[in-house]
């Protein structure tokens, strides 16, 4: 196997990135990188994903406000994967206004019935969806 | 668009798995799951993946020890990805040794220079691949 030195954008052409608020230890969201959106993030400091369902660049926060700031940047052990901590603006990163895109719990005691859990503020959606 | 009422497996036979250290906050992993691994997960409140290298279920744990205890699961606002609050046991959720995959940070201001920061104990690496 080949040394891991990054993500690995050869093998992968999209690669999921891990959006986690570095303060509060919160992951926020989920969402995909190709190498453009990766360098632009590095580049600008401000988290850049590929938007797979409308298959361009997502700059996060662009419409919203609700801007990334990205604070450091790690990839997985086989490259794979990215781990960004960043700084979300606005409270919310999620288009349903939730600071956290996870605010739904499964509670696997009930088979996984389901009960929503706000774990942040809720505002108007944005009319921005998630990848 | 229907609504989310848990990870949607019809529309993704794989779904991305975030593993975080419920105690520290600590983001430890991401794998995959199959609709199957999710099921076993749930009944077992032990964390079990599906390996695309491998094209079986992965029970994370099984032959390092490094058992994964599931504390609670949620999904995010689209159903396209899970966020595991783990507790690890053993200590290291990688197979190199570190508590978690993503001890490899990447340096922004230079352009992507990397060095690799520990971010737990390291052992003797498992013979189980990530996915």
Not at 15 to 29: C, K, Y
Request: glycine content about 10%; some cysteine.
């Amino acid at each position: 196997m080949k040394p891991v030195t990054g993500p690995d954008f050869d093998s992968h052409e999209l690669i999921p990135a891990i959006a986690q608020d570095a303060e509060t230890g919160d992951v926020l969201m989920m969402a995909w990188m190709n190498r453009e959106s990766w360098q632009e993030t590095l580049t600008t400091g401000k988290v850049c994903y590929y938007s797979r369902s409308r298959k361009k660049l997502w700059r996060k926060g662009e419409e919203s406000g609700n801007v990334q700031e990205l604070l450091s940047a790690w990839f997985d052990c086989d490259g794979d994967t990215l781990l960004l901590k960043v700084r979300q603006i606005g409270g919310a990163a999620c288009h349903e206004g939730y600071r956290s895109c996870f605010f739904r719990r499964v509670l696997p005691e009930t088979g996984g019935r389901i009960f929503r859990e706000p774990t942040g503020m809720r505002g108007p959606p944005s009319t921005k969806m998630h990848d």
